[in-house]
């Protein structure tokens, strides 16, 4: 460890730009933080006092501090360096060398801060939230084994690097959803996350390796420059970038690999906070935004990425409508809300994406650790056996209330400002007010599907938050407020969500866009007050008809009168079954199963046979060529000179005279020879 | 120093044989210092190779170093030509550390029957037939060693096997014994069409050999046949994979981590060291039909995984799928491919190692090597083994950051852009195909995880009060875990050594 | 004296004596042709000798021998004659068969 430390520091030599500020400098350190604690948890985790989970807590809180002073001190207010350092990993000689490095820019560190402040605030809250659990360290261990994974994928200065974070998130996720895999339903849930966003890892990783063949290099900032210089074909490009957004489909759970995420809610809430809310799940959108230009080179690309998004966003909001579980309601919310953030991207508002995945990591973390706060005090993650709620556990209603209002687009709270300039950028791109990056028409389908989700996602919070907290208690026990160490998170994200949208406020030149400036625009779209109007409007529209449906909680789902569309959503358009059926089963039993019983008979049937048949043979050959033909020859021998003994013993008869007779005539013969030729 | 640097690569190769020589003096009786002796003859190998690692020369990789070229069987001009460079080292030190951690292990778990002598002479022969093949630069003398593996492996399975075991040590034997057959006619091929650039006369020395003409395509095509149904056979490549499933699930513990660890490797090492060098024509035309086997052996070993029901027959077909990516690798005939299929094959040694000692502790523990009885919820009886075999399934799966990962990316980057003259389009095809074999591979891992390991244990198995990881375990498998996580963050350990030796050879091929 | 005459004399009692070999049936009798034979054999020698002037008289000495040898084979085969007849009470070859397989 030492000794890669030491490696990391020295190599800071092949400076592309620097920064005055020490921590912006030494940025590596953020990810490897965490990394030394997950080694010291696992190593003395058990005898700390606290069990391990102070070490998580210390380092993450420092890698927070150097995000924020990293942010603070370079990015805000715009125009901050991108610092790159690298060091060799390993060398190909004559094919590319690999670099451990950081590239450090105005995106970056705001996802630092995003992943640090959120890691740090589900930590505490989890040191109350998991208190008990007989895997409490290892829990502390994996979630910082994560942070690390997070913060490598996002630091990353070449593509290697970040598919390593990538795939290391996707595997902490795993571990974490599976964290209670004493039941089988977690574990399922952990393998279908993984297995369903690998899916999508594979084309990543094919579009790493065309950007690769195009541009010769791993190297992020190489691959964008020979971009801009128009080095790489447009088709190349095309095809490298649906393959990268192949990967951020499933990490980002995008349609049609969305099916992992509501199940991944199998997982401690707190997890689901921070990974399936917050981080991991925004990788897909922070990869889009860290490769934009790659994406911006291709109309086709984008239009592919805004359709996509457009219909997630749709999609999961009408899922979010029906769900009993709260934390399924939350889920499909995050699908719903990322296929924002690609809708965004797709329409080439990268800056208003980003603020979104800024805003919205604060205001659904807070809902999901809300949720987990009343899931710890019910014992039950159904709305149905909850209600009443505001009374005894206030703080988590108001914080929870505040997420709520966030997330429904509600001014002056950070979800309005994040989503208004989302749908503000795609209206005045689908109008032609400002030329589109894509196609016009997708940018004008992105604002009406904008829409029409802001409506949903209001009214589905506001049901949420009807049937969770008014009316009367519906479950057992009696639950209470949770203990500080979980309202406090609850409390600085609540803050956060207030202000966080600040940071964007429309018009400001060196506001959020300034800062992150994804793809080298910082422009911020000025306020369109008409355009704010309808979106507020819809989201109270959506709100007020949330009230009047479940205030007070129906004792039937009222939308269950939608009939046959109800059936859809509760099957989830079937689209789990379909994969079940159409390709997990066929390859899991049937295809596999074929596939051995070809092994077992075909081809070891061959190998088997060819045994059997050359035993066959050696028999036969042994029966008939060896003991008839050649054994027979041999024995032939014997017999044929037994047989003409057998009939030269005549001669021999005893008859003295005649074998005198014999003699002479013998000798007359070799006389008459003799003479005759001798 | 000087005689030290002749003389190292023979003792590293012949201090096994040395030393089983020595246990069969030992009286029976005495299993203490059978132990001893296998233990000194094993890790003084290994002593041996890490100060030949020492010394060797890292700028030189490319360059074949501790030479010894004596003269051997003259009259058909075969040498004792040992010699190492950058390709073989990691294969060697792979050898002698694997051989010594099954010593270890065994010192403490033994197979039954009860025969320690028998046992660990037969792995010390088996580990000079190992290296040897590892070392010699001379056709005979490769061959020699080749074959003598097949000897003591026979008779670990055969012995110290389970259930159908003499079936399995004979479709072993002679199945790879075919394959071999074929590949002395092909050395013979090589031999009697050649002519050394010194004497004159016929060679069967592999540096000798390199860039003659053997004849014409056909014929070359012809012995490349030969060498391919070889070495095809020992990898195994598709179809010649099925003695692996019986001879893997029926030997003993360190009879299956050695046969996956390194036994399989001489097939891969042999086309690397023989096959492309001395054939880099018939290597090229060939190169599509194997990179196509390859990559049917990845999907079929993956979905022969998901319906197996036995431990060891699993991790055996997936020992199947990952010589694929090697073999993928090496079929695209490149600097990245063969440094993928070199990292990969040290990678598959520690890491498949591991999953059948600890499929071997398994078994030792439950008796049986069923799926669905060993598990569910092992992890709650045994929460280290449990924690150990997840990682080592997930090592297998290719994560990021362990040794799995370099050699199935690097193998699936080569095949991206695979050598001059081959077709990128049926490359990449091989290529896509390759990495949905990886989604199935880890489909399979993780399961084969959810089965074992998690849920709730039964009844049975909790009030059984089995031992979790035993010292002498630890002290076995410890060496691989780390091994598995350095080559993982440091894959440069092995590339920087592999990558010089390895453009060398594809400099044959443009 | 011509030599041709006496070796024709030693060939007519030569073949006189295979005749009486082969056909006769008493053995007494197959002797006494043998008899013949030596006899014939001995003219023989005696002729040679004188007709090359033998100074030595070696085939005079050879013919002494013959005689002296013939009359240890008669006596002999006398002897072997009598005990077939006292075993078998014959001396017809005919049914001395002994030497059959």
């Known amino acids: 460890m030492v000794a890669i430390l030491a490696a990391v520091q020295e190599g800071a030599e092949g400076v592309v730009a620097t920064s005055g500020n020490w921590a912006t400098e030494h940025a590596w350190l953020i990810p490897v933080l965490p990394f030394v604690a997950f080694f010291l948890i696992l190593a003395v985790g058990k005898r700390m006092p606290r069990k391990g989970s102070e070490i998580g807590i210390l380092t993450v809180a420092a890698s927070f501090f150097l995000s924020l002073i990293i942010l603070i001190g370079d990015y805000v207010g715009g125009g901050g360096p991108v610092v790159e350092h690298a060091i060799e990993w390993f060398p190909f000689a004559g094919t590319f060398d690999l670099d451990l490095g950081m590239k450090i820019d105005g995106l970056v560190a705001v996802m630092f801060v995003v992943v640090t402040l959120v890691s740090l605030m589900v930590q505490i809250y989890s040191t109350a939230y998991m208190h008990g659990d007989k895997r409490y360290t290892w829990y502390f261990a994996a979630l910082n084994l994560f942070t690390f994974s997070m913060l490598n994928l996002v630091i990353a200065d070449n593509l290697i690097q970040l598919l390593i974070g990538w795939e290391g998130v996707g595997i902490c996720s795993y571990l974490l959803i599976g964290h209670w895999w004493e039941e089988h339903e977690n574990s399922s849930a952990a393998i279908k996350a993984f297995i369903t966003t690998r899916t999508g890892d594979v084309a990543f990783l094919v579009g790493i390796f065309v950007l690769f063949a195009a541009a010769d290099t791993f190297n992020i900032t190489e691959i964008i420059h020979k971009v801009e210089e128009g080095e790489i074909s447009h088709a190349t490009l095309t095809a490298a970038a649906l393959l990268l957004f192949g990967g951020a489909i499933g990490k980002s759970a995008q349609f049609p690999l969305h099916v992992w995420l509501p199940d991944a809610m199998a997982g401690p809430t707190p997890v689901s906070a921070l990974i399936h809310a917050a981080t991991m799940v925004t990788a897909g959108v922070f990869l889009l935004a860290r490769l934009f230009p790659v994406f911006e080179a291709s109309t086709q690309a984008l239009n592919f990425v805004a359709l996509i998004g457009a219909f997630t966003m749709l999609m999961a909001a009408l899922l979010a409508l029906i769900q009993d579980d709260i934390k399924r309601v939350l889920a499909y919310s995050t699908i719903s809300q990322l296929a924002y953030m690609m809708a965004a991207l797709g329409v080439g508002a990268g800056n208003a994406a980003i603020f979104h995945l800024f805003t919205h990591a604060f205001f659904k973390a807070l809902l999901f650790l809300g949720a987990g706060s009343l899931i710890h005090a019910v014992h039950s993650n159904n709305m149905s056996e909850m209600g009443g709620l505001k009374r005894v556990m206030p703080t988590t209603y108001k914080t929870f209330m505040i997420g709520s209002l966030a997330l429904a687009g509600i001014p002056p709270l950070a979800g309005f400002w994040s989503k208004d300039e989302i749908l503000t950028e795609a209206y005045r791109f689908g109008t032609g007010a400002v030329d589109p990056h894509g196609t016009q028409v997708v940018a004008l389908i992105v604002y009406i599907a904008g829409i029409l989700t802001a409506f949903l996602t209001a009214f589905y919070m506001s049901r949420a938050v009807h049937l969770t907290f008014e009316g009367t208690y519906r479950g057992k026990g009696h639950p209470h407020e949770s203990p500080p160490a979980m309202t406090g998170p609850l409390v600085i994200l609540a803050v956060l969500s207030v202000v966080a949208g600040f940071a964007g406020i429309p018009g400001w030149q060196s506001g959020f866009g300034a800062w992150v400036g994804v793809g080298g625009e910082t422009h911020v779209p000025s306020a369109d007050f008409v355009l704010i109007l309808v979106s507020v409007a819809v989201a109270v529209g959506g709100i007020a008809l949330g009230r009047r449906m479940y205030m007070p909680a129906p004792a039937r789902e009222p939308l269950e009168r939608m009939g046959f569309f109800y059936r859809l959503l509760q099957r989830k358009y079937y689209l789990d079954d379909l994969y079940w059926v159409a390709i997990v089963r066929p390859i899991r039993d049937l295809f596999s199963r074929a596939m051995n019983w070809v092994n077992q008979n075909v081809i070891d049937g061959l190998v088997n046979g060819t045994a059997a048949g050359a035993r066959v043979s050696a028999q036969g050959i042994y029966k008939y060529v060896d003991q008839k033909v050649i054994d027979g020859a041999v024995n032939g021998a014997g017999i044929s000179t037994r047989k003409t003994g057998g009939l030269l013993k005549y001669l021999q008869g005893g008859d003295v005279q005649r074998y005198a007779a014999y003699l002479f005539a013998g000798v007359a013969i070799f006389a008459f020879l003799f003479t005759r030729f001798g | 120093m000087e005689t030290f640097d002749t003389w190292s690569l023979s003792l590293v190769v012949f201090l096994p044989l040395v030393g089983a020589l020595l246990i069969t003096v030992v009286p029976k009786a005495q299993e203490a210092a059978v132990r001893a002796v296998a233990l000194v003859a094993s890790g003084g190998s290994l002593v041996v190779s890490i100060v030949v690692l020492a010394r060797f020369d890292f700028d030189n990789t490319r360059t074949f170093q501790f030479i010894v070229d004596k003269s051997w069987i003259e009259t058909i001009g075969a040498r004792y030509h040992m010699a190492i460079d950058g390709i073989s080292l990691p294969l060697l030190v792979l050898t002698t550390l694997l051989v010594f951690l099954c010593v270890v292990y065994s010192t403490k778990i033994m197979p039954e029957p009860h025969r320690p002598k028998g046992f660990f002479a037969l792995i010390l022969l088996l580990a000079t037939g190992m290296s040897g093949t590892f070392t010699s630069l001379d056709l005979v003398l490769f061959f020699v060693f080749w074959e003598l593996v097949l000897v003591p492996m026979y008779f670990l399975i055969a012995i110290w096997g389970s259930e159908r075991k003499e079936y399995s040590a004979l479709k072993f034997f002679l199945y790879t014994l075919f394959g071999s057959v074929f590949m002395l006619l092909g050395f013979l091929a090589m031999y009697f069409r050649s002519r050394h650039p010194v004497t004159g006369a016929h060679t069967f020395d592999m540096i000798a050999l390199q860039g003659q003409t053997f004849g014409s395509k056909a014929f070359v095509n012809l012995v490349f046949a030969g060498l391919f149904l070889g070495f095809a056979i020992k990898v195994p490549m598709w179809p010649f994979h099925t003695w692996l499933p019986d001879a893997h699930g029926d030997a003993p513990t360190v009879g299956s981590v050695l046969l996956a660890g390194i036994l399989l490797k001489m097939g891969t090492y042999g086309f690397i060291r023989i096959a492309l060098p001395l054939l880099p024509d018939a290597a090229r035309d060939w190169a599509p039909y194997i990179g196509a086997l390859s990559v049917v052996a990845i999907l079929y070993g993956a979905l022969c995984c998901l319906a197996q029901k036995d431990i060891k027959r699993l991790i055996a077909f997936s020992s199947v799928g990952h010589m694929g990516f090697i073999m993928l690798g090496i079929s695209t005939l490149t600097d990245t491919g063969l440094n993928a299929a070199i990292f990969g094959m040290v990678a598959h040694g520690v890491i498949t190692g591991m999953l059948f000692f600890l499929a071997g502790s398994i078994y030792e523990r439950f008796h049986t090597r069923q799926i669905d009885q060993i598990g569910p919820g092992m992890m709650q009886v045994m929460p280290y083994l449990g924690g150990i075999l997840a990682f080592s399934a997930i090592a297998s799966l290719g994560l990021p950051g362990l040794a799995g990962f370099w050699g199935e990316v690097l193998s699936l980057l080569a095949a991206f852009n695979p050598a001059e003259g081959l077709n990128v389009g049926l490359f990449r095809t091989y290529m896509v195909l390759g990495g949905v074999g990886t989604i199935l591979t880890a489909g399979y891992m993780l399961w084969l995880v959810q089965r074992l390991n998690l849920g709730k244990a039964s009844e049975k198995h909790v009030g059984e009060k089995l031992p979790d990881v035993r010292p002498v375990e630890l002290a076995a498998w410890t060496p691989l875990l780390i091994a598995i996580f350095a080559l993982g963050v440091y894959p440069r350990a092995v590339l920087e050594i592999t990558n010089s030796a390895v453009t060398g050879l594809t400099g044959l091929f443009g | ?101």
């Open chain 3, 1 to 101: 004296m011509n030599l041709a005459w006496v070796l024709t004399l030693g060939a007519l009692l030569f073949s006189i004596g295979i005749y009486g070999v082969i056909s006769r049936r008493n053995a007494v009798l197959v002797l006494m042709s043998i008899e013949l034979m030596l006899n014939a054999v001995n003219i023989n020698l005696i002729a040679f000798g004188s007709y090359f002037g033998d100074q030595a008289a070696v085939g005079q000495i050879f013919a002494l021998f013959v005689i002296a040898v013939a009359a240890g084979e008669v006596g002999i085969g006398l002897a072997i004659v009598l005990m077939i007849f006292r075993n078998r009470e014959t001396v017809n070859l005919d049914e001395v068969d002994l030497l059959k397989w």
